[in-house]
């Protein structure tokens, strides 16, 4: 599997070098949402200095927005009083902020060494053929995601499944379409521990 | 074996709550902690000779000992970004007994001196960041976390932090500045965080395990923990096995047992019929073993002498049906990867060793690559601000050390495979 191109501002597109940087947007011309507005207040509030927020704040513009949209990112700078460069840099660093549209629903299948051994990479070939082109998953291949216990493996939505066998990938899709709990006996959660010890 | 520490009654429903876990115990270890004065406690973790269990392997006492003394800002960071490929053991502790960390976190900030603290957990382990939230509000509620714990003269606040995807925010300075809300890239050292770590001021970071040990030890006094394991690996050790293994998962052993016992007798070893091409002993960051090193005891320095690594704790085995090649191209891909990219040797180092394996997938590679990509290993060893470049070095140094016939056969058998059987027009660069 070869890097997808990232659209990348200054990396895989040119930077517009005509146009000033952006500076801190203006309060009184930058419209943000009450709600997202007190929950980055709220984490800044909980650091000694308030830019430790930014990882948070910029996944809670990401669940309004969907994405780190320039808008997006324009409302965590003008809560936090930054730069957008600062959290542009930020925003193309982690894997779990996306630089683009994506589907409402990540799917991110763990295709690392122990779940490759295990059948990762038909898995993931099998998920992405089945959801196709329907805009509401964001299908992505991932490094390892700690489960190789269950592998291979995928988190849907923050939510750990696993075993999983090309043949599960209709229910997977299903359950995510209609909103139910997704392989519910597949879930990690319900997973005893491995070693006889421990159930003594 | 001597009992389980971490993994008693892991199971039990409800662990995960304070009523449940107090009334087995918890947080007795805090009290008894606080009764004795932080240097008695330091000096019980120092007897206790735990090396730290993320990775790289330094005594937990030691590293609390170098923190400056008096009353400077003081910050503990646990380290919960469980990331190296092949490791789960945080992510299961942190699920079923998160009160087990935060008290020996409690304890470990009050033997240092610090009176801040953040737990920096992997934004992709969302059901045991919000587990861990609810936790920390109970212990906040029952007085565990805040002003003047159980009445005494320590203060601790508590913060969990939640990263966004990036293997390098488990290197300890990577962590630090995305913590400072930036990139997470490594810092030079020296300074070491000890001494200007997070915002700058002396810092302690520990890893998840290590911390969650710290109540087992004051409960049963260092000394006590000393006696299990090894001389210079003491106490138990959580070790995820994966891969190709009929029962895959978190095993909690006595350091220093046959590795073998560890993959076959727990583990069910590979599937039948099949035997051990090779193993990862301490996740991918760690030189490979063959089946000749199933016999070396599992623990730090006996791993080291073999010419590995226990590092996180996290066996991945290979089994005879699989090339190393793909072994060593998946390995390759996830430091490429993950790169930072701030040091030249590890951003352009993986890139190309990247290209030269997929050069060999692909029959255009000679024997010579196999020199080349090694060379190019060697260039990246020690030659960066962390290690994330010597973590794919090593690993794919030690399969081509030990593969190298395989290697070559595959160069051969791809060569002859991509040459096809109809000649295609011969082109004017081709001419001799």
Redesign the interface.
Known sequence: ?S?PATGIRGWDVPADLDKDPATIPDPARTPVPDALRQEIEAHMA????R??????A??AAQRVHGWCSPEAIDQVACVMQITPAELD??AT?????ENEPVGQHSV?VCT???C???GADELYAAIRDAAGDDPAFNVRA??????????PMA?VD???IGPLAPGDVPQLLDDIRAGRPVLADKQ??RR????P???Q | MTDTLLFKDIDEPGLNTLAVYEARGGYESLRKALRMTPEEVLSELEASGIRGRGGAGFAMGKKVSFLPHGSIDKYLVCNADESEPGTFKDRELMQKTPHMLIEGLIVASYAAGATRSFIYIRGEYVQQADILEAALIEARGAGYIGERILGSEHSLSLVVHRGAGAYICGEETGLLDSLEGKRGNPRLKPPFPANQGLYQGPTLINNVETLATVPAIIRMSGAEYARIGTETSTGTKLVSVSGHVQRPGNYEIELGIPSRELIYDLAGGPPAGRSVKCWFPGGSSAPVLTAEDLDVPYDFDSLAKAGSMLGSGAIIVVDDSTPILDVALKTAKFYRHESCGKCTPCREGTNWTVHMLERIDRGEATPMDLEIMASVQDHIIGHCLCVLGDAMAMPIGSMIAKFRDEFESHIESRRLSALTPEPGPITAGATA
């Open positions: 599997m890097q909980l650091y000694p200095d830019r430790s927020a930014a990882l948070p910029l996944e840099a930020i660093f982690y894997d779990m902020l991110y690392n060494i122990s490759s051994l295990c991932f490094e390892c995601l700690g489960a190789c216990d269950i592998a988190s923050g939510v750990y990690l959660a005893a521990c491995a070693d010890k421990a159930a």
